[in-house]
């Protein structure tokens, strides 16, 4: 079945401890995207990646980090999460010619 | 940056007909979604506009003129799962990638 999976889908956790969200997707997509999703100002992207060891910022980049080593996979990295980036994770795959998003099932981020 | 106004919050009575409007001001568009949201859940894709005119598709049906940075999304026959958060996106061309940027969802309300 053709998906993108997200983990955790709920975290808990304190200020400053290093946290990774993971991201894959088996359609074998060149564009990869993450998004947080917070009351009244909807989905804003994070950051993006077009391909393989490409990335560039979105809108709300301060903060997080990304990395894409492998296709399938892009990890969304708080060094030091703050409880300001307490929202709704959701991380995006298309096919780079296309221009239907699939989106995960989102991961609730609470930080204390 | 990118502009896009939708209302907040709409309600509408089963087997009636409603219309959620969206408008935007961009620079560098390439072209307009709109995905259903239920509470909690990811998005899912509606529909893609890229030329002005009306796109049908079963119950939903979405219009876009370009030329006055306006769209609406078009539902009848309401059912009562139709109650979710309507999101108007629109796809930017910027240094060298499409992007989406969202406005913040009509949340709509149906009725018995």
């Known amino acids: 079945e053709a998906q993108v999976t997200q983990n955790p889908r709920y975290l808990i956790t304190v200020t400053g401890k290093k946290l990774t969200v993971t991201c894959s997707q088996n359609m074998n997509h060149e564009y990869m995207s993450w998004y947080r999703q917070d009351p009244g100002l909807g989905l804003r992207q994070i950051y993006y990646?077009?391909?393989?060891?490409?990335?560039d910022k979105g809108d709300v980049p301060e903060g997080y980090k990304v990395s894409r080593k492998e296709k399938r996979n892009f990890p969304l990295i708080l060094e030091s999460p703050s409880p300001n980036q307490t929202s709704l994770y959701f991380c995006a795959s298309r096919d780079q010619g296309t221009y239907e998003q699939y989106f995960g099932p989102g991961t609730r981020l609470t930080v204390t | 940056g990118q502009n896009i106004d939708q209302p907040t919050e709409m309600t509408a009575t089963e087997g009636a007909i409603v219309q959620i409007n969206c408008t935007y001001q961009?620079?560098?568009?390439?072209?307009l979604f709109w995905y259903q949201q239920h509470a909690g859940e990811a998005p899912t894709f509606l529909s893609y506009?890229?030329?002005?005119g009306l796109e049908e598709k079963g119950r939903f049906s979405s219009f876009l003129s370009r030329s006055k940075g306006y769209s609406y999304l078009l539902l009848k026959e309401l059912q009562m799962k139709d109650s979710a958060s309507y999101l108007c996106a629109v796809r930017v061309f910027q240094t060298g990638a499409n992007n989406l940027f969202f406005g913040t969802g009509t949340r709509l309300t149906v009725i018995p």
């Open positions: 506009n890229v030329l002005d």
């Open positions: 990646s077009m391909n393989v060891e490409v990335t």
């Open positions: 961009t620079s560098g568009f390439n072209g």
